[in-house]
């Protein structure tokens, strides 16, 4: 598929004259209609509700967006869920599926009513010492270890990851919360990151429905929900085919009307907790090229870096460039493009095809809104930058202000000779 930007050249032309690049740029429109195509394939479940994994984007005015498409958030920190009660969401509206989580945070989520999702078993008795009681709702996360396998091969190796419980002690915890007077009960899973298929979710689906029905049946502890967490992904290759969330909706369906429905479960509630689907498409980083180097090898040199963008030298992740008023050149220059980090993983790209670069020339860099910004890190003394909403009516809207050295400087404890950059 080929990938296009959700922006002109002459939109962002006029952009850069108000905001210098680079910054991450968000798409409202595209946002908005991803998120109803999510409402509508999971439509046949009453209760069904997206909670936005904040991790992925954690900006106010993007969580308000969507909210007001009717997802909730799914948050693993205090910072996350202070930003989720400040934007209005509240109580079962909030997903707290944390991991390693300090006590505290416990004890800020119950207050603000969220749904406290358990990473652990030994999590039990400290939720109980630091609250006092065991909630009502309550989650459990599920690690079946071993290998995760779907048609086209092995995913992922869910035994491997520091996550959820073994089935055996998901079972005992149920017991034991139900004792200590827990009523509704949820199972979550995360097996895979980012997948490129339709069957991930539906074969995910499908163990948890089996392992609620037998978790239901052997403790008596009612399952109230199944969340099947993140994890959808998107095509950050132009070769790739884009999951269909219809066909990934209507294939949960058919794994609960053969597995939850007949075994009288058909009011339990799916929950899904994505970030990646929900945002990586809709935001893009836009920098422009500030040099070009000939020596063993052409580079393109930037003015963004990987403290903007941090999965290509984390994990040599692709993101799609496009060079922009040239997307109709032929691709017949290969460039490295690279950020100015003094690490030599500090590249967009590696051996791209690309049009010809100018010095000036303004880069989309594809697929940021998830796990971009958000990764970011101030390696190198490197300022964070701006974030900015492209409106449904065209209008820009600066919903972070790019950092300034004095940001970079506010946690020290600074000397005389200091203050005068403060
Ligand atoms: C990261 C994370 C998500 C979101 O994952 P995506 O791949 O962005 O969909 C959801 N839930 C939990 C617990 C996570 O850690």
Redesign the pocket.
Known sequence: MEKKPFVTLEQLEKITKDFPTPFHLYDEKGIIENAKRVQEAFSWNPGFKE?F?V??TPNPAILKILKDCGFGT?C?SATELMMSEAVGFSGHDIMF???DTPPEEFKMADDMGAII?LDDFTHIECVEQVLGHIPETISC?FNPGGVFEISNGIMDNPGDAK?GMTEEQIFEAFRILKEKGAKRFGI?A?LV??TVTNDYYPMLAGELFELAVRLEKETGAKVAFVNL?????VPYRPEQEANDIFAIGEGVRKAYERILVPAGMGDVAIYT??????L?PYGCLVTRAIHEKHTYKEYIGVDACAVNLMRPAMYGAYHHITVMGKENAPCDHKYDVVGSLCENNDKFAIDRMLPRIDKGDLLVIHDTG??GFSMGYNYNGKLRSAELLLKEDGSVQLIRRAETPQDYFATLDVCEEMKKYL
């Open positions: 909670y994994a991790k992925a799914d693993s599926s944390s991991n999702n996360r996550y979550h995360f990151s980012n967490s993140g994890g959808v992904g907790e994505m970030g990646r689907f929900i990586a998830a796990h």
